[in-house]
Every structure is written in structure tokens, then in C-alpha cells.
């Protein structure tokens, strides 16, 4: 491949990765807006919010999968990008019905990102999975962020309304497009897909203990992430500090957390197995969720965000790069272990932040689904200790 090549498919990475999670982190910043326009139930709300992440759980493995046997890699992509350009203005300028649609077929787009960039990584950089990886989670993690952080300015600063707010991140997708205009013409989707195929001896992914354990790991992170993106502010607030303070932990929370997004997949391509970084990540983690379950001031809240970050950047990256590192030199196993692992880990992710609220309002308190995060960190360490073990997930029967 080419230099120039190359360098266009890095570009076409990084700005679908500004493509998967702004579309959803914007929509939380500007839900009370939709709210009082549409007269929706906090239920129907919350449902928009959940939406997204039940489709990716759902799509993921088949849909994904057949698209990609059908078209090759790069014209799956390509298809991505005017899917999710298209759905993106429905969600927006349709009726209130249109929101939950648009909102859906949004989040069929986005899961064939999330499954298909670890193939494409697998395949065309195979030997800097750690460095894709890193530029991939940091680029996706920095416009959460910025979804989050623009929403509500666009919408009443600028006085645009919550619908062109939304509508504003299109110009990333086109642009998007435009960029990986020229993989439609790439002769190579033939190849791919022949090499791709991993013999026909190759059994199911679901049948590999590595598998599963990836999968558990995302899985994990996956409900931790989505649990404290929903929750955190109000955490916060109940410990007596001010709404302001509580938002702008919550963007600190996904800002901080880009520092590890960027250094720990670069240190996946330094060692054979990755375990002593899930170990130092889950450290992190489990020690900022204990400093904020006895939190009373603002400055041990604050670090213990700064923590939490910290170990939940890590985990997003280590979720993504244990899915190229523990699959086989094949693009196509690698997007069957993405598929598997994130449609379990959005499952969870969707359960998260209902089950969590249903126990705030029976125990009426927060303690109890703090000490349950600090479980499942611990959890996750356990799980991450197998899951970044050197073994690939290729299996074949006897």
C-alpha cells in the first residue's frame, strides 16, 4: 500500500471515529429541550438516550457481518458514512416519531463503525494495532467530549434550537465521506475478503474461552462508562454541590480520561500481554471510585473524577485493542470478535444506567450503586487479567 494511501485511510479512521459517540453524548446535553418541546414522559426521554445502545447490542454480529461478506470492507464504510449522514437529518428535521426512527437507524450506523474500524486496523495496520487503536479510542473519546461540551451553546447560545444543534454534527459525517470517497473504487474488496475468511476450518468466535473474556471485559467497561455518563452528575449533586460544579465534573470525567485513550495503546504494542496494564488501569479506576464513595468536598471529588477518568480511558482502549490483538492475522475474525464483544458490552451498557436508577430509588440512596461500581471494577481487573493474556481467539476443531 501506498504512502498516500495510507495516510487517506488513517484520515478516513479518525473522522469516523468523530462519528460514534457525538451523536449520543450531544443528545444528553440538550434532553430537557427535547423534553419540554415534545412533551415527552422522563421515561420516553431516557428511552431516547437508551436507544442506541440496545441497537448496537442487537445489530452488531449478524447484520454487520452479512453487510460486510456482501460488500468487502471498504464499500461497507463507504455505505456507513451515507447511512449515518442520512439518519442524522431524519432524527433531527421529522416529526417527534421521527426522533425515536432517526435516533435507531442512527444507531445501526454507528454500530458498523464500532465493529468494522478494528477490522480495517487489523488488516491494513497490523504490526501499530496499539498506535491505530490509540489515535481510533482518542479521536471517539475526544468528540464525546466535545458533543457534550457544544450541544447546549449551539442550541441556546447561538439560539439554533436543540434540533439544528443536533443537526450541526452532520458536517463531521460529510466530511467523512468525502474522505473515503475513493475506497468505493479500491479493488481490493475481493482480496480482503478472501483473505479475510480464515479457512474453512475456522470455528464459530462464540466457541473461544479468549473470546468470552474479551467480551466480558468490554462488557464491564461498557456498563461502568454508560452507568456513570448517566448517573454521575446527579451523584454529585446529592452530596450537596452545586448543578454548575456537577456538570463540569461530568465533562472532565470524559476529558481526562483522553490522556489514557492516547499513552495505554501505545504501550499494548511494548508487551506481549497486556495484564500489568489492566492491572495499573484497574488500580486507577477502583482507586478514584473508592476516594468518591467517602467525597464531602469538592477537591477530593475532583480527583476522584480525575481518577475515574483515568482508569475509564484506559479500559475503553484496552476493550478496543484487546479486540485486534487477540484475533488472528484476519480481518474478518476481527470484526467477528468486535461484534460478539460489543454486542454483549452494549447490552449491559443499555441496562446500566436503568438499573442503577431503579436502585437509587428503592434504597434512596446513592451508596449502593457506588460500592457496586467499585465490585465491578474489581470485576473487571479479573476479567482483563484473562482477556490480556497472548492468545488468539482462532480455534479449530480436533
Not at 471485559?217 to 462508562?225: A, N, V
Not at 470524559?254 to 485513550?261: E, F, K, N, S
Not at 464531602?296 to 478496543?320: C, H, N, R, Y
Not at 436503568?354 to 481487573?381: E, N
Request: charged share 10%.
Amino acid at each position: 500500500m501506498r504512502g498516500y494511501e495510507k495516510i487517506l485511510i488513517i484520515i478516513g479512521i479518525i473522522f469516523i471515529s468523530f462519528n460514534l459517540r457525538a451523536p449520543i453524548t450531544a443528545v444528553g446535553s440538550v434532553v430537557g429541550m427535547i423534553q419540554a418541546d415534545s412533551m415527552f414522559s422522563s421515561g420516553m426521554v431516557g428511552f431516547i438516550t437508551t436507544l442506541p445502545l440496545l441497537t448496537f447490542a442487537i445489530v452488531s454480529p449478524p447484520f454487520v457481518a452479512k453487510i460486510f461478506s456482501k460488500t468487502g470492507l471498504w464499500k461497507t464504510d463507504g455505505i456507513w458514512t451515507v447511512f449515518h449522514f442520512n439518519w442524522r437529518l431524519v432524527r433531527s428535521y421529522t416529526n417527534l416519531i421521527g426522533i425515536f426512527i432517526g435516533t435507531t437507524f442512527l444507531g445501526i450506523g454507528i454500530a458498523i463503525g464500532n465493529v468494522l474500524i478494528p477490522g480495517i486496523i487489523k488488516l491494513k495496520f497490523s504490526d501499530k494495532v496499539g498506535l491505530m487503536t490509540s489515535i481510533y479510542t482518542s479521536g471517539m473519546c475526544t468528540f464525546a467530549a466535545i458533543g457534550a461540551g457544544l450541544s447546549i451553546p449551539l442550541a441556546k447560545d447561538l439560539d439554533l434550537g436543540w434540533k439544528n444543534a443536533l443537526a450541526f454534527w452532520v458536517v463531521l459525517t460529510a466530511i467523512t465521506l468525502l474522505i473515503w470517497l475513493p475506497q468505493f473504487k479500491a479493488k481490493r474488496n475481493s482480496n480482503v475478503n478472501h483473505i479475510a475468511t480464515g479457512g474453512a476450518s475456522a470455528t464459530s468466535i462464540w466457541k473461544s474461552p479468549t473470546a468470552w473474556w474479551v467480551t466480558l471485559f468490554m462488557g464491564t467497561q461498557s456498563f461502568l462508562f454508560y452507568s456513570l455518563v448517566a448517573w454521575l452528575p446527579t451523584i454529585i449533586i446529592s452530596t450537596g454541590m452545586k448543578d454548575s460544579f456537577a456538570g463540569t465534573m461530568a465533562l472532565a470525567f470524559q476529558l481526562v480520561a483522553i490522556p489514557a485513550t492516547l499513552i495505554i495503546p501505545l504501550l499494548c504494542d511494548k508487551f506481549k500481554n497486556q495484564r500489568g496494564l489492566v492491572s495499573i488501569t484497574c488500580l486507577l479506576y477502583i482507586s478514584g471510585m473508592s476516594l468518591f464513595l467517602i467525597s464531602q468536598t469538592q477537591m477530593s471529588i475532583l480527583l476522584s473524577v480525575a481518577l475515574m477518568a483515568l482508569g475509564m480511558g484506559g479500559s475503553i482502549s484496552l476493550s478496543i485493542a484487546f479486540i485486534s490483538l487477540r484475533s488472528p492475522p484476519n480481518s474478518v475474525r476481527a470484526s467477528e470478535l468486535s461484534g460478539m464483544s460489543q454486542s454483549a458490552g452494549y447490552l449491559l451498557a443499555a441496562v446500566g444506567p436503568i438499573l442503577m436508577g431503579v436502585i437509587y430509588d428503592t434504597s434512596k440512596s446513592w451508596l449502593l450503586p457506588v460500592i457496586i461500581f467499585c465490585g465491578l471494577i474489581i470485576l473487571l481487573g479479573f476479567f482483563g487479567w484473562f482477556a490480556g493474556n497472548d492468545i488468539k481467539t482462532e480455534i479449530r476443531p480436533a
